[in-house]
């Protein structure tokens, strides 16, 4: 828990979120409106109680009007290169283990302190445990997804994909989308988000 605790306050993501809001002159409740999401959540992120999963954060992102990568920049990172080594999990984001609802995957920002990307990469972890399926999302934007190990179920519009270490997928983010695990193997892929504000 100490451990979950100190990667979620380096991410810095509540933080960035109440700053972008209180500069907007927005209220909790103003937010809570915008994204659909209710306020004791929004306080719980902002307070770095709960890491949002990244549909959320990209409802946050479109409320407030920045671009994602807003989330993992760093203000003074002014890098043309960035190397992210092997076994670096420092910027980790875990699934809390109580509060908030259970999220079928955790992902690890793989560009994170870069400024001024347009694309954002993760490492995504889709835990078959978990059963609740979460809700399709569509937001601006394209998104690549490559399965590394283990079986994604992909829906996308009105298709369903099965996915296998290998395979790789290029959607249009505004039809309705969402990834989980089959099988009873943790799955793990490259996911690389594109999103027009």
Known sequence: ????????KEL?????????????RMTLQDL???????KPLLSQIENDQVIPPL???????????????TFFEEEDNTQK????????????????SHGGAPQPYFYHSLAYGKKHKHMEPFLVEFDPAQTEQSQPVRHTGEEFFYIIEGRVELKHGAETYILEAG????????????????????ARGIAVLYTRN
Do not use: F
């Open 55 to 69: 549909a959320t954060l990209l409802r946050i992102s479109k409320a407030l009007k920045v671009p994602l990568q």
């Open 167 to 186: 395979d790789s997928v290029y959607w249009d983010s505004n039809e309705p989308h969402s990834l989980k695990a089959l099988g009873n193997e943790i």
């Open 81 to 96: 290169c960035l190397v992210v080594r092997a076994g670096e999990s420092n910027r980790m984001n875990r699934r809390p």
């Open 1 to 8: 828990m100490d451990e979950y605790r100190a990667e979620v």
């Open 12 to 24: 810095r993501i509540g933080l960035t979120i109440r700053e972008l809001r209180q500069k907007q």
């Open 32 to 38: 809570s409106q915008v994204t659909e999401l209710s």
